[in-house]
């Protein structure tokens, strides 16, 4: 029996065969203490695609009743138009995780009130929003990328090498839980371009992609330095973990910055005589 634990806030996973197929049936309703509890019955079930009656409605081959079914374009074929007001709602209760669950890295340096992973992702897409343009590479595209590329930390936490899950199995795992958030959020055209941004992020797929790996070393060594600086700690590991992985020029740069102002402000320690 495997484990993978997360914030309380999170959803609580156990399978001896996890890594091959996802046990969303076996979510705890005891790890969504922000959902009301019928919520989180309809939830459990039409995830496990087992459908009762008044669940949300998740899989294509039920029929299209219940309150979470998504509305249908009665000219367009059927094709679906976008997430119903109750899907929507669902999908962005669902998200509330990333706001509260904070980062393990942190946690496991006994940083006190350690950023959460929606923190990380929005100084992310704020490195995008600012960044000077490059040829060929979509800013909102880049962006939207910052948003999405840990948002299956909603169900199954942030699962680091400290945890001992394999990558391709950690990519397997959130790759399944991106799978059942977009079911919540009742597929369509959005759910799309979710997936397709996060699998473009997981395979480093693009120039796009390049960028936001790069944000996402660049933002953890950032805030590294300000944890470093605000509560006197040395967090080595955080820089060496980094060091020659950067991609990208503009990456490089803002690497190169900040490892120029740790290393000034390790100077100015080690000669302050107090």
Known sequence: MMTVKSNPNSFSLSSTHYYSSFPIHLISLK?????????????????????????????????????????????NDGSEVSSSPSNAIDFLTLCHSLKTTKRKGWVNHAIKGPESIADHMYRMSLMALIAGDLPGVNRERCIKMAIVHDIAEAIVGDITPSDGVPKAEKSRLEQAALTEMCKVLGGGMRAEEIKELWQEYENNASLEANLVKDFDKVEMILQALEYESEHGKVLDEFFLSTAGKIQTEIGKSWAAEIHSRRNSRLENDSTDPH
């Open 31 to 75: 790890k969504l203490p922000f959902l009301p509890n019928f919520q989180c019955t309809n939830l459990v079930w039409a995830c496990s695609k087992k459908p009762i009656s008044g669940s949300l409605n998740l899989d294509p081959s039920f029929s299209n009743s219940g309150s979470g079914s998504p509305k249908m374009d009665p000219i």
